[in-house]
């Protein structure tokens, strides 16, 4: 029932003299707080039942625990405000968070060195009494994943998978219609995928990992290297004044013709691509769907890998897509609050 059209409803019954006036004006929108929570960016957005994102606010992820719920529940109340002044009901907290996630419990289990101080971190207690709302929790890539799955290119779809590319990489595999969590809630953390037997350190502790080749983080350590040879900018690339060099340089740079930025971004793509052939051999889904900033200038290259290295009979009907959801994270963190909260 979740697919029924616009949902509205009373505030307190109208009164007859009023009614015929501006019946919007009581009326209100069933929505969810939602938050997504990267190794970047720290993002909250009320969103309607129909997948409308009617307010956000973004700010960067402190780097402490303390700062970041503090952070965290300032931008709640600020939100829950906004929600009055749009006419919103609120019917509770969906939060996308990187690192393992219990969401029976709302609890963080761990975390890589992209979020430090972020294991064994109790969301839904401190969230809820604070904010007086229920709370749910899961992890970034599957909360993408259940994003898809309502308002984007999952719609429809029984088995696909989706990685989503931000300053990590994050999974999420949905198997007959359900998310795959494993037994310890560690399914799907595609982002340590195994491309190479020695490779770069990745944030994990491990090396080797497509995170380490593909991801916003690995982007710009590419960047960084580049940019202390000289042999970054190019015509058309520019740092302003104190700005950092990052990812987006190296594609830009690659953009422009420079070789070497070229091979970097090539690199991405091969170890991008191979991490997808594993997965099209272990679970053989309809889809991946590719989300993030650097999905776009990804895509080719992953399909040509998948031409080159995977088993015909698993390459030749799998669609590799592009999301077209501005943010599929905080998407799926609503859609586990309407899901719940509606249902019957
Ligand atoms: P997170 O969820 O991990 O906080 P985001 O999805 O907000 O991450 O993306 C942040 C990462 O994406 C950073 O590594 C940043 O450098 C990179 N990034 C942001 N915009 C672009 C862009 N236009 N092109 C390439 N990389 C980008
Ligand atoms: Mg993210
Ligand atoms: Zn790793």
Redesign the pocket.
């Known amino acids: 029932d979740l697919e029924k059209p616009i949902q509205k409803s009373f505030i307190f019954p109208p009164m007859k003299d009023t009614v015929s006036q501006d019946i919007d004006h009581i009326l209100e929108t069933q929505s969810a707080l939602a938050v997504?929570?990267?190794?970047?960016?720290?993002?909250v957005a009320i969103i309607s039942q129909q997948g409308e994102i009617l307010h956000k606010m973004?700010e960067l992820?402190p780097v402490t625990y303390e700062q970041r719920m503090d952070l965290l529940v300032r931008m709640l109340v600020e939100a829950t405000s906004k929600a009055v002044e749009l006419s919103c009901r609120i019917l509770g907290i969906g939060i996308s968070t990187?690192g393992r996630v219990n969401p029976h419990e709302g609890m963080v289990l761990h975390s890589t060195k992209?979020l430090e101080e972020w294991s064994s971190i109790d969301l839904r207690t401190p969230i809820s009494s604070k904010l007086h709302l229920p709370v749910w929790v899961d992890n970034?890539g599957n909360c993408a994943a259940l994003g898809e799955k309502k308002f984007g290119k999952g719609k429809g779809s029984e088995d696909f998978i989706t990685l989503?590319?931000?300053?990590?990489i994050?999974g999420g595999i949905v198997l007959n219609n359900e998310l795959v969590h494993g037994a310890n809630f560690c399914a799907a953390e595609l982002g340590h995928i195994s491309v190479s037997m020695d490779g770069p350190d990745c944030m994990c502790g491990s090396s080797g990992c497509v995170e380490s080749y593909s991801?916003?983080?690995a982007?710009?350590r590419e960047a960084k290297k580049l940019h202390d040879a000289d042999e970054l900018l190019v015509p058309g690339v520019h740092l302003r004044e104190g700005e950092e060099v990052?990812?987006?340089h190296?594609?830009q740079a690659a953009q422009l013709g420079n070789k070497k930025a070229e091979k970097v971004v090539e690199t991405a793509c091969e170890a991008l691509g191979l991490a997808v052939c594993s997965l099209l051999h272990t679970v053989n889904p309809s889809h991946i769907i590719l989300c993030?900033?650097?999905a776009p200038?990804y895509v080719d290259g992953v399909r040509e890998v998948i031409q080159r290295r995977a088993l015909p009979s698993a390459a030749s009907s799998i669609q590799i897509m592009v999301s077209d959801l501005e943010e599929p994270?905080l998407l799926g963190a609503a859609s586990i609050v309407l899901e719940y909260a509606t249902r019957r």
Not at 36 to 43: A, E, M, P, V
Not at 164 to 168: D, E, L, N, R, S
């Open positions: 997504d929570l990267g190794g970047t960016n720290l993002r973004s992820t990187g992209i970034d989503i590319v931000g300053t990590g994050g991801s916003g983080i982007l710009q990052t990812g987006k190296v594609i993030g900033h650097l200038h994270a």
